[in-house]
């Protein structure tokens, strides 16, 4: 039987093969990309950005090249919880005739992230002929990233609904509050209203133990498969850890300040359940130019 670590260098090993045949037939333009993952939540202050910084930064240790893109209109941090400020964002490469590559930052252990700022509104306004200009710059992504991961929004909101309803993977972040749990079965039954082979991987953020998690995981999943029809995934869970709350306060992602807290474990967990999903098939990735081609297509 393999053991894990030689799981994930076959897993690494394919994506970077893929790409390079990609290179040698020319033909990039026209065969799928990174894998795009919008990470979103029901609620806000679930930690949805503090996840999503932290699993990019634990694919980019088991050696994915990552890319963040900070699409949260209303609260976009993920320069915050990297502990760096973006100098650009989108709308430079709309209006400013920016290369997307020159507005990446680079994070911890080569995380790279975009802000999103003023630029995520407009690029669901933009034309046709815009937005195939704006598709041939973000192409330039699926040559430097292997995972893309989209932090959306949180709650029920047309920009919120229309990112995830573009990624191929959603990832929703709920915590055992009751009215994080209820806002999660409401974005549920939003997104799948429209599209009910969206593939949803919960997470339970802030468990106190792993009973506990499992058991609104399950619940969950029994209440959306008995009123809605969709069957949800059970990614996982990361404990109620003081090492969390401590990382925040001094803007470092947990996974770096506490490699070996409780938290980082269960990351590593999620991180690795995600890398073995039969959907880290290359051939089934969509890129990130199928993802911004249907989003502009949902808002016209």
């Not at 880290?280 to 297509?297: A, E, R, W």
Request: hydrophobic share 40%; charged share 25%.
């Amino acid at each position: 039987m393999k053991d894990q670590a030689e799981r994930l260098r076959e897993i690494i090993s394919s994506i970077k093969n893929y790409k390079d045949d990609e290179k040698r037939t020319g033909m990039l333009t026209d065969k799928p990309g990174s894998r795009v993952i919008a990470v979103t939540s029901g609620k806000g202050g679930v930690g949805k950005t503090n996840f999503t910084v932290n699993l990019a930064i634990k694919f980019a240790q088991m050696g994915l090249r990552v890319v963040i893109i900070d699409a949260d209109l209303g609260l976009a941090n993920v320069d915050v919880v990297m502990g760096k400020m973006s100098k650009y964002n989108l709308s430079d490469v709309i209006n400013s005739n920016k290369n997307i590559l020159e507005i990446l930052e680079e994070g911890y252990d080569g995380v790279k992230f975009v802000s999103g700022g003023s630029g995520v509104q407009e690029l669901v306004k933009l034309n046709r002929t815009q937005l195939v200009d704006l598709l041939m710059k973000l192409g330039k992504l699926d040559e430097e990233a292997d995972v893309i991961l989209i932090d959306t929004g949180a709650g029920l909101s047309e920009n919120v609904i229309s990112f995830v309803h573009a990624a191929r993977e959603v990832i929703l972040v709920t915590t055992p509050e009751p009215t994080s749990i209820t806002d999660a079965y409401a974005l549920i039954k939003t997104i799948t209203h429209k599209d009910k082979t969206k593939n949803i991987k919960v997470v339970v953020n802030r468990a106190d133990n792993a009973a506990e998690a499992f058991n609104i995981l399950d619940k969950l999943n029994v209440v959306t498969q008995k009123f809605l029809g969709v069957k949800l995934q059970k990614l996982g869970y990361i404990l109620n850890d003081a090492c969390v709350t401590k990382a925040v306060k001094i803007q470092q992602p947990f996974v770096i300040s506490f490699a070996r807290s409780e938290a980082s474990k269960n990351m590593n967990d999620i991180a690795l359940t995600l890398m073995d999903n039969k959907e880290l098939n290359p051939s089934s990735v969509s890129g990130i130019k199928m993802f911004i081609n249907k989003l502009t297509s949902l808002f016209n």
